[in-house]
Nanobody, 123 residues
């Protein structure tokens, strides 16, 4: 499975950005897909994940501001980020794996990762 990310960039606090993650090649079924981020000097943080039945989960720091969704026809994972804060600044990565136990899967168990895209939020 190859994941190719697009979107991201720089925005002022309060603004919005949209990240996309296109999936090529083999498709996991059922699947578990997620967004993770890592800022310099900090540990990788889970942003959101979604599984085949549509169930979603969000990190506490992004609840109510970010939305994870899918464009199934385009095999694309989307992260809509609203009300962005400077603390959202990080490299964002999408990830995918088989969704046998999606809610319990630790980040290091995801076998497929996107190349990463930078999100910078200025105050």
């Amino acid at each position: 499975v190859q994941l190719v990310q697009s979107g991201g960039g720089s925005v002022q606090a309060g603004g919005s950005l949209r990240l996309s993650c296109a999936e090529f090649g083999y498709t996991y079924s059922p699947y578990c897909m997620g967004w993770f981020r890592q800022a310099p000097g900090k540990e990788r943080e889970e942003v959101a994940r979604i599984e085949s039945d549509g169930s979603t989960r969000y990190g506490d720091s992004v609840k109510g501001r970010f939305t994870i969704s899918q464009d199934i026809a385009k095999n694309t994972l989307i992260l809509q980020m609203n009300s962005l804060k400077p603390e959202d600044t990080a490299m964002y990565y999408c990830a995918a794996d088989a969704g046998l136990d999606c809610q319990s899967m630790p980040p290091w168990d995801f076998r497929s990762w996107g190349q990463g895209t930078q999100v910078t939020v200025s105050s």
